[in-house]
């Protein structure tokens, strides 16, 4: 019983883990699966098919290339537009500032149905075509407000007496912000760039009401889901998962080396012709 009490919080996180990753390592298994019908429901036989053949099924590479493209041109504005807008909200003073945090948060609050559906009817009202452009400006209204909060709150916990120990060596405010604040903000805006391409690589309410005659990858999955899920599918899930897990591990290396860089005493150089 002293043990348990003991070890308790590492078995939840533990049982938490596997909770989390068995519908990936699902999806992984059967991206190696030989179904027999339609569906990729269940184990049948070991195959490489949709590994050698991603692209063997139509719509399905193009369906992802459209998300890859949308992810990454939404997650550029989105996060150049929120990092903005988090320095201006944390570090100035002006008249509406309490009204615009409260309107960054509303796009947070506001079911996809609902914000899908008002851009709709915008984007029908200024007989704007659907396709591509009404797509990636919807999911940069909906993914700025998760960049603004995740870089907001790495600003509000950075320390200021690093900038003033900055300023107390006559550092200009451009040097300051290249050498000191811009480095420790980094992490955050990585952060969230990371979080705001998943979000809007995996998007289907808000992409299904304006995409048009636009198929994206969650369109794609979703349409076929009626006559059966592809393999190619479930392995074009998996190099997606694989990735991202690569640019966190790298992310964690990278954090951890600099660490230890910065926590290593520096060596103590020493003058031989001085003491001579």
């Known amino acids: 019983m002293k043990w348990l009490r003991k070890n308790i919080i590492g078995i939840i996180a533990v049982l938490?883990?596997?909770?989390?990753?068995?519908?990936?390592?699902?999806?992984?298994?059967?991206?190696?699966?030989?179904?027999?019908?339609?569906f990729n429901v269940s184990w049948n036989e070991f195959s490489l098919d949709a590994w050698t053949n991603l692209c063997g099924v139509p719509g399905v590479c193009s369906s992802f290339v459209t998300s890859i493209e949308i992810g990454l041109i939404a997650t550029v504005f989105a996060t150049i537009l929120g990092t903005m807008i988090s320095f201006a909200l944390v570090r100035y003073r002006f008249r509406g500032r309490s009204t615009t945090n409260l309107l960054i948060f509303l796009p947070m609050a506001t079911p996809e149905v609902v914000m899908g559906a008002s851009l709709l009817a915008l984007?029908?009202?200024?007989?704007?075509?659907?396709?591509?452009?009404?797509?990636?400006?919807?999911?940069?209204?909906?993914?700025?407000?998760?960049?603004?909060?995740?870089?907001?709150?790495?600003?509000?916990?950075?320390?200021?007496?690093?900038?003033?120990?900055?300023?107390?060596?006559?550092?200009?405010p451009r040097a300051v912000f290249r050498y000191v604040t811009f480095p420790l903000?980094?992490?955050?805006?990585?952060?969230?760039?990371?979080?705001?391409?998943s979000l809007s690589f995996d998007d289907f309410i808000i992409s299904f009401f304006n995409a048009g005659t636009l198929v994206t990858f969650p369109i794609f999955i979703w349409g076929a889901a009626q006559r059966g899920i592809p393999v190619q599918v479930n392995a074009l899930a998996t190099i997606v998962f694989l990735v991202a897990l690569?640019?966190?591990?790298?992310?964690?290396?990278?954090?951890?080396?600099?660490?230890?860089?910065?926590?290593?005493?520096?060596?103590?150089?020493?003058?031989?012709?001085?003491?001579?």
């Open 16 to 38: 938490v883990l596997v909770y989390l990753f068995i519908p990936i390592a699902v999806i992984m298994a059967l991206s190696f699966n030989n179904p027999k019908g339609k």
């Open 123 to 172: 984007f029908l009202n200024m007989r704007f075509p659907l396709g591509i452009v009404t797509v990636t400006v919807a999911h940069i209204m909906f993914i700025i407000s998760f960049v603004v909060v995740t870089v907001k709150a790495r600003l509000q916990g950075m320390d200021p007496r690093l900038e003033e120990a900055a300023r107390d060596l006559y550092a200009n």
């Open 185 to 197: 903000v980094l992490p955050g805006i990585l952060g969230a760039a990371l979080l705001g391409f």
């Open 246 to 276: 690569a640019v966190v591990l790298g992310g964690q290396f990278v954090s951890a080396r600099r660490r230890r860089a910065l926590e290593a005493p520096a060596p103590i150089k020493v003058d031989l012709l001085s003491r001579s």
